[in-house]
């Protein structure tokens, strides 16, 4: 096998679902999507996709960016190069938080702000359920399905407790040994060609 097939996925016919990640393909060399993991939370044919990086934490927290913010002892994560100025949310509260959308299992898009709010203050938010993103990814229709035909991307599954409970600079690299095959090649791909 030529070394350059290592880096190459075959057969990338996946149609990748919501509460599936995208695995940022090891030379995407991107301020945004290099080596990103990708939640996606709607895939649609007709209006297109979007989702949120999982992994790519910023050195700020949620009291930082608003006066009308509590202290969470967490970071925001960087979740996408769309919107940046605004704040999305994931957390495990469910119906506890009115107006939440189900991604999967155990997790849970959006809701109302003000319940999140309480939930910082009386205690019971805490990293390992609620995570702040800044920005999004998104997609037209037809854009995501011509990447991966294209071997940007590769689709993987994730659970809630590996979203919540993983530390995120580890994300790419445990989700690429989960992948297997020969995508636990693309940890040895280095992070910047130059430097090999």
């Given at each position: 096998m030529d070394a350059s097939e290592l880096f190459?996925?075959?057969s990338n016919t996946t149609?990748?679902?919501e509460g599936q990640v995208l695995l940022a393909e090891p030379m995407l060399n991107?301020?945004?999507f290099g080596r990103s993991v990708i939640l996606l939370i709607e895939v649609s044919p007709k209006e297109g996709c979007f989702g949120i990086?999982?992994?790519k934490p910023l050195s700020v927290q949620i009291d930082r960016l608003?006066?009308?913010l509590p202290f969470f002892d967490a970071p925001v994560f960087a979740g996408g190069p769309v919107d940046e100025d605004r704040l999305f949310f994931l957390h495990t509260?469910?119906?506890q938080v009115p107006e939440s959308i189900k991604i999967k299992d155990g997790l849970y898009w959006g809701g109302d702000f003000d319940t999140i709010k309480s939930l910082i203050i009386s205690g019971q938010a805490n990293k390992s359920n609620l995570r702040f993103f800044l920005g999004y990814a998104g997609w037209e229709s037809g854009q995501l399905e011509k990447e991966?035909?294209?071997n940007t991307w590769a689709v993987g599954n994730i659970d809630t407790q590996q979203i919540m409970n993983t530390r995120p600079q580890k994300m790419w690299d445990i989700m690429t040994l989960q992948l297997g095959g020969r995508y636990r090649y693309w940890r040895l791909f280095p992070k910047?060609?130059?430097?090999n």
């Open positions: 190459t996925i075959k149609k990748p679902f991107s301020l945004h990086i999982i992994n608003s006066d009308e509260f469910g119906e991966l035909k294209e910047d060609p130059r430097m």
